[in-house]
């Protein structure tokens, strides 16, 4: 069937995303970043308490060298670039500065990851993950 091609690449998707949601939650504490690998992949932020499909970010590692270690912890944790977490707290009302916003973060966030080291596969998993997530804010 002419189809099936489409089939396949949704379940390689969805396979993707369901192992993402599955992962384990890791706390915004002073280990985060010994727990962070340096490898690239997905990720999803929530808040502690969301409900179920409320996810406050996701995205993935763009450049090579930039592993979920820097992209998680240096960029939206630490980071004050434009289009971060940190920034986007700022910017929607949440947090007056960057400094309350990382605390902010500390406080009341998870995070999720994967490892995804095919890069075009990492791509088109990060569109669909974001289709069906659905995140308050991505770049």
Excluded at 58 to 77: C, D, F, P, S, V
Excluded at 92 to 114: H, M, S, Y
Aim: charged residues 25%.
């Amino acid at each position: 069937m002419s189809g099936d091609w489409v089939q396949v690449r949704m379940n390689e998707c969805q396979q993707i995303v369901d192992q993402l949601l599955t992962a384990p939650k890791i706390a915004f504490n002073e280990e985060i970043r010994s727990k962070l690998p340096s490898e690239q992949g997905l990720y999803a932020i929530l808040e502690k308490d969301a409900p179920a499909g409320e996810v406050l970010r996701a995205g993935r590692t763009k450049t090579a060298g930039e592993g979920l270690r820097q992209r998680i912890y240096q960029n939206h944790l630490m980071g004050n670039q434009k289009g971060n977490l940190r920034s986007q707290l700022i910017g929607d009302g949440t947090c007056p500065d960057f400094l309350e916003a990382k605390a902010w973060i500390q406080r009341n966030c998870v995070v999720q990851f994967i490892v995804v080291r095919d890069d075009r596969l990492r791509v088109w998993a990060e569109y669909f993950m974001l289709s069906v997530l659905r995140p308050r804010h991505c770049d």
